[in-house]
């Protein structure tokens, strides 16, 4: 399902609590800076005290988000975000603008990557695999990983976020922060051998 | 999308940026010649400025175009006089 209206996206935006059940509380609202233009903005509270901090301009002209900025706290933490800011100073990160830096690569350890601990994880030898525009410009986080993982020295995010528009992959976020809850041991179902940390 | 459509747009933005601009004691346009040189850190605000101000300049950009083929029609039709310019109702969806 594909939108490209105001209202459409209201409607998305404010049934997200009602679509997922594991989110608490939603300050998320939309306020329009012109006729084609908006801001997203607010924080959905999931168990666990997982939040998801958003802020999206949104281009209803041409269908698109222009720019974003998702960030996920657990317990006031920030363990993983994700924009498009520019880092030209890390090599590593000067044209990866957009990466999602996830517990779940690092093992043994209770904390997120941190942006310089991120070079450590790059492999520069691959060969960079062609991206079309479809796949060079899609914010849904289970792409921005794929594509971490296609190209993980050098890969341009800059550029718009069309596939956002479509409604199955504009949830991703939501489900970015619920993996997060997941992947927290204590939150999973029991699995043999495996016990969740004191 | 209508002139007055894309001037909105840029009201719109302006006041964003104003807001931003007045908090930091920064024009928009310095701001974004440090972030394009890695010179700012990485902060929402910073984040919304970049997102404003790209989005402003493409804006900008796209009412130029349209403005100049709405007055290449309002030269073609005034011929040697003076331009004939109209109020907004009577020139939406044309431009």
Known sequence: MAFSDIRTYSALVYALPERYPTIRHSTLALATIGPTLAKLEGRVTFANEIVLDVWELVDFDIGCILNYSYEIYRAGEKICWYDPFEHPHIPELRHAQDMLFLKRRVAHRQHFV????????????RKRQPLTRDHAICASSRVVRDRVSIHPARITFRGRINKFFHLRERHDFIETAFDVYLFHPQNRAVQKNIFAPR | ??????????????AKLTQLENRYSLLSADFYYLYRAGQVEQTRDFIQWVGYYEAKLAREARYRELMYNYLRELREKSGQGALRLLPTAAVSGGA
């Open chain 2, 1 to 14: 999308m209508t002139l007055t459509e894309l001037i909105q747009d840029i009201h719109g933005l302006a």
């Open chain 1, 114 to 125: 941190h942006h310089q601990n991120l070079r450590l994880q790059m492999r520069r030898h």
